[in-house]
């Protein structure tokens, strides 16, 4: 199995097709949720475990994954060109949210 990143043969071919990676994807994939869970209401329970804070002496369990939801979402964002908070108010507007992955997903393709 190859590795995407890496692979020299899916480096060629995804441009040639104008396809984009697949980490590319599965990064727009991963913002579609947000803008749902941040239009929720804020009493409803997705909206209040986004925006909760953990108590100081909490640890993730042995064998859990090290970075968080949250923390690779971030990273996504980041790789938009886009802060968290920034994003928020984007993700508010319904619209907007689904035109800005949309073109993020097209330039995806032919940046690659």
Known sequence: MCNLSECALCNYTM????????T????KRRLMPFGHLIRMDESADGR???????????????????????ATLKNDLSLHNLAYEDAIEMA????LWTIGSKRSYALMVHAE
Do not use: F, N
């Open 15 to 22: 441009p040639t097709v104008q396809q984009p990676l697949l």
């Open 92 to 95: 508010l507007d319904k619209p």
């Open 48 to 70: 209040r475990i986004l925006t909760a804070v953990p108590q100081s002496d909490w640890r993730r369990p042995v064998g859990r994954p090290h970075s968080s939801w949250m």
């Open 24 to 27: 590319s994807i599965i990064q």
